[in-house]
């Protein structure tokens, strides 16, 4: 299928306009809705995992009501099983496309990972071969969700922990063949490609040279843990339970330089701080973002 096609197919699939454009954004924690509300943070919006309001009703949906009614929202899948092996699973897709609904996102998002089996689900996100075979299941996984949702879907890279000895392609050229065949974009997570590169010895930089910026529509930030492996490497547990990494911001800047301003989200997901020390990471993605504009304006007007 040429790129054409590609349009013609999905050509029905319009994310809405926009409203988080250069803003840096949250994970939102029903913990820190009074904190929000109290003193309403501007020019930000929120992300919340899909999974945890796929019920009907109850205090989870009347806290996101609450801050949908002031914010953008995104929503992030966690729980689709992209790469999994078998179909997905139809009520899963059902209840996540409701949500979708309810809500009205700016961005929706998921992982390239698997996550279940047979009729059992991991709390995982676990790694995939990048091969043909799973290239194509892969494509049809991602237009089986954008036909639910009749949007386009935001594809995230995994941090990882073991690599295939059977990929053929790396994990750049296999996304970018993803966003190519669906048309679908891409979320990239720098705290993840940091983990994985630090895990697998290779180098960050590599990664972001060939990952395909121009299809990113979102970019994730969050902390690591690091432990060490049995011989004693580094090994770096993407927990999303402290603040971003000093080489994390650096990767990022570098991203943004080329991006120019685009939606960050800090997710913070475990070992809560108090909002204010979220917030304080949110102002400085937000921060970087202006520098980075900025940038770009002085490098246009010397020519570059």
């Known amino acids: ?22 803003l840096a954004g949250a994970s939102f924690k029903h913990e820190h809705l009074s904190a929000i509300l109290k003193d309403p943070p501007q020019d930000t919006f929120f992300e919340v995992h899909a999974e945890n ?46 949500v979708c609904k309810r809500y009205e996102p700016d961005l929706v998002s998921e992982h390239l990972a698997w996550s279940s089996h047979s009729d059992t689900f991991f709390n995982d996100l676990l790694p995939l071969p990048y091969t043909k075979g799973m290239l194509a299941r892969v494509c049809a996984h991602v237009d089986q969700v954008q036909e639910a949702i009749g949007r386009p879907l935001l594809l995230e890279n995994p941090s990882t922990y073991v690599v295939f000895a059977s990929s053929t392609m790396s994990e750049p050229e296999f996304l970018k063949e993803v966003a190519e065949r669906t048309g679908c974009g891409l979320l990239l997570d ?10 697998h010895g ?24 690091q432990q060490h492996d049995d011989e004693g490497a580094p090994l ?10 000093v080489p994390v911001w650096a990767f990022y800047e570098r991203v943004i ?34 520098g980075c504009d900025v940038a770009v304006v002085e490098g246009g007007n010397d020519g570059h």
């Open 53 to 98: 309001y796929m019920g009907a009703g109850g205090p989870p949906h009347r806290a996101l009501e609450s801050i949908r009614r002031e914010y953008p929202l995104s929503i992030h899948g966690v729980c689709m099983s992209i790469g999994g092996s078998q179909a997905l699973d139809t009520e899963h897709l059902r209840r996540f496309q409701d």
């Open 236 to 245: 770096l547990i993407d927990s999303h339970d402290g603040p971003v990494a």
């Open 202 to 225: 290779y180098e960050a930089k590599t990664y972001l040279d060939e990952f395909p910026l121009d299809a990113v529509g979102q970019v994730h930030l969050a902390g690591h843990t």
């Open 190 to 199: 720098v705290n993840n490609v940091f983990v994985s590169a630090t895990n």
């Open 1 to 22: 299928m040429t790129n054409a096609d590609v349009v013609a197919a999905h050509r029905h699939l319009r994310a809405p306009v926009s409203r988080v454009a250069g």
């Open 257 to 290: 330089k080329q991006l120019g301003p685009i939606p960050t989200l800090i997710e913070w997901d475990s070992a809560l701080p108090a909002w204010d020390v979220l917030w304080a990471q949110v102002k400085k993605a937000q921060e970087r973002m202006v």
